[in-house]
């Protein structure tokens, strides 16, 4: 129904800055929400940013500021921008889209792979 590909992380050093990359297909229509997640090695996957199709957006607190998701509904893409990256960022990014389909709307969440980053002190 819908589709997720992530890509964009790499290694970077402190202070830098990466942009990842969400390109969702199938029946974006149907899609009102998409986010960015992380996980780091022995700890939960988190919300770090994401966008509903109401316009409206969130950030975890620790990287508000820093950190900006946008959309290009064109190509289908929601984009992280990640400025002032710090040690603490090293995690694999996921991206979720969230969406509607068949009798009742059901809900569902498509996630990707996920993309390295590794941010080096």
């Known amino acids: 129904q819908v589709q997720v590909v992530e890509s964009g992380g790499g290694l970077v050093q402190a202070g830098g800055s990466l942009r990842l990359s969400c390109v969702v297909s199938?029946?974006?229509?149907?899609?009102?929400?998409v986010g960015w997640y992380r996980q780091a090695p022995g700890k939960q996957r988190e919300l770090v940013a994401d966008?509903?199709?109401?316009?409206?957006?969130r950030y975890a607190d620790p990287v508000k500021g820093r950190f900006t998701i946008s959309a290009d509904t064109e190509k289908n893409t929601v984009f992280l921008q990640m400025d002032d990256l710090k040690a603490e960022d090293t995690a694999a990014y996921y991206c979720?889209?969230?969406?509607?389909w068949g009798p009742g709307d059901a809900r569902y969440t498509e996630r990707g792979q996920g993309t390295q980053v590794t941010v080096s002190s």
């Open positions: 979720h889209a969230e969406y509607t």
């Open positions: 199938g029946i974006t229509d149907s899609i009102y929400r």
């Open positions: 966008t509903s199709s109401a316009g409206t957006t």
